[in-house]
């Protein structure tokens, strides 16, 4: 395996699942750092859903990584952008109804069987006052980015694009700043239009994806951010639906189109 060429290594593994690589991992530093490497493009460990969620389910398990996967260094430059961020308050997620949140509870489950799931949340401040705050968001949301869902639940928050720009400025992982999941359903807010769009074209790759029309106005400038989600999110929504019981330009707009 070592002798073959890079290529084709990346081309064995590629096939494989996500416990596999894991296992491979583990057997030797060369093959850690091989697929340490390309993490990004092999397979990613898979979860039924994510949300933001409210209320923690009675049997949810917190994820808790040892201090040692935060202490990791960032350049002069991004820690400054960073304590800026601080002293703006600026938050980590965006709520529908600009509820103040102190605190984010980011919500996932594994099925384990027809009848029976692992629920499992990580818990972090909504405004962070420390760098050592920031870097376990950043860390939370690394490793969100590198997995894959089958649904994705952002009825009452998003994750605001301005923060995630903010901790992964200057990124060197390379990682897609994106979540991965087969299916979600957005409900928009009229407070962040703006934040709505940037999170469903720059952080989402969804093969069906569905958007909540039920609480907004102003009829021309929503017609404007589906026209941009739909003309330049071709290569991330194979399908994209949306609801709306008080937009009737809306569906004449989507006639139109067709």
């Given at each position: 395996?070592?002798?073959?060429?890079?290529?084709?290594?990346?081309?064995?593994?590629?096939?494989?699942?996500?416990?596999?690589?894991?296992?491979?991992?583990?057997?030797?530093?060369?093959?850690?750092?091989?697929?340490?490497?390309?993490?990004?493009?092999?397979?990613?460990?898979?979860?039924?859903?994510?949300?933001?969620?409210?209320?923690?389910?009675?049997?949810?398990?917190?994820?808790?990584?040892?201090?040692?996967?935060?202490?990791?260094?960032?350049?002069?430059?991004?820690?400054?952008?960073?304590?800026?961020?601080?002293?703006?308050?600026?938050?980590?997620?965006?709520?529908?109804?600009?509820?103040?949140?102190?605190?984010?509870?980011?919500?996932?489950?594994?099925?384990?069987?027809?009848?029976?799931?692992?629920?499992?949340?990580?818990?972090?401040?909504?405004?962070?006052?420390?760098?050592?705050e920031?870097?376990?968001?950043?860390?939370y949301?690394?490793?969100?980015?590198?997995?894959?869902?089958?649904?994705?639940?952002?009825?009452?928050?998003?994750f605001?694009?301005?923060?995630?720009?903010?901790?992964?400025?200057?990124?060197?992982?390379?990682?897609?700043?994106?979540?991965?999941?087969?299916?979600?359903?957005?409900?928009?807010?009229?407070?962040?239009?703006?934040?709505?769009?940037?999170?469903?074209?720059?952080?989402?790759?969804?093969?069906?994806?569905?958007?909540?029309?039920?609480?907004?106005?102003?009829t021309?400038?929503?017609?404007?951010?589906?026209?941009?989600?739909?003309?330049?999110?071709?290569?991330?929504?194979?399908?994209?639906?949306f609801?709306?019981?008080?937009?009737?330009?809306?569906?004449?707009?989507?006639?139109?189109?067709?």
């Open positions: 395996m070592y002798s073959l060429p890079t290529e084709v290594q990346f081309d064995v593994f590629k096939y494989l699942n996500f416990n596999q690589l894991f296992s491979i991992k583990q057997t030797n530093l060369y093959f850690r750092n091989f697929i340490n490497e390309y993490e990004n493009k092999f397979a990613r460990m898979e979860f039924d859903t994510i949300s933001n969620c409210i209320f923690l389910e009675n049997n949810s398990q917190l994820i808790k990584p040892l201090p040692e996967a935060f202490d990791f260094s960032v350049t002069r430059q991004l820690e400054d952008k960073w304590k800026n961020a601080i002293e703006r308050s600026i938050p980590l997620c965006l709520h529908k109804y600009k509820r103040i949140r102190k605190t984010v509870f980011v919500c996932f489950s594994e099925e384990v069987d027809n009848n029976k799931s692992n629920n499992y949340n990580i818990d972090v401040s909504n405004f962070p006052k420390s760098i050592e920031m870097k376990i968001i950043r860390y949301l690394e490793k969100l980015f590198n997995c894959a869902f089958k649904y994705a639940y952002f009825t009452l928050d998003i605001n694009p301005e923060m995630i720009e903010i901790l992964f400025d200057e990124n060197k992982t390379n990682i897609p700043l994106q979540i991965h999941t087969k299916s979600a359903s957005l409900s928009i807010s009229n407070k962040f239009e703006e934040s709505f769009l940037k999170f469903a074209l720059n952080h989402l790759i969804v093969s069906r994806l569905q958007i909540n029309f039920n609480e907004v106005d102003n021309e400038k929503w017609i404007d951010i589906l026209l941009k989600i739909l003309t330049n999110g071709g290569n991330k929504f194979s399908t994209v639906r609801r709306s019981f008080d937009l009737p330009e809306i569906y004449k707009f989507i006639l139109q189109v067709k």
